[in-house]
């Protein structure tokens, strides 16, 4: 199993940017496919970008294309997701996830490790 603990988020002016970070406890970090959701009050848990175990492939959503990207440090058992050109409805609780199994990247329910979430507001 892994714990994950995410941070990095707050309040920002829409164009500008934020950087989340995910640290995971367990010693087989290298192990996991990681991915990064987001959750709008009164709305499902979204797909917003997933990071391969070798860091060689990405995936983004397209309402984030081109303005997020996700990395990963093993070394350092973290995942990142910068976040530029931010905008209004991109405000969520963003969630951190992890899974070393088979399924679809984009589902929550792929992924059984999940962090607390951290609050993303963006201000027009």
């Known amino acids: 199993q892994v714990q994950l603990v995410e941070s990095g988020g707050g309040l920002v002016q829409a164009g500008g940017s934020l950087r989340l970070s995910c640290a995971a406890s367990?010693?087989?970090?290298?192990?996991?496919?990681m991915g990064w959701f987001r959750q709008a009050p009164g709305k499902e848990r979204d797909f917003v970008a997933a990071?391969?175990?070798?860091?060689?492939?990405?995936y983004y959503a397209d309402s984030v294309k081109g303005r997020f990207t996700i990395s990963r440090d093993n070394a350092r058992n973290t995942v990142y997701l910068q976040m530029n050109s931010l905008k209004p409805e991109d405000t969520a609780v963003y969630y951190c996830?992890?899974?070393?199994?088979?399924?679809?990247?984009?589902?929550?329910?792929?992924?059984?490790?999940w962090g607390q979430g951290t609050q993303v507001t963006v201000s027009s």
């Open positions: 990071i391969s175990r070798s860091a060689s492939t990405t």
């Open positions: 996830a992890a899974t070393g199994g088979v399924g679809s990247r984009t589902t929550p329910r792929t992924y059984p490790y």
């Open positions: 367990g010693r087989t970090f290298s192990s996991y496919v």
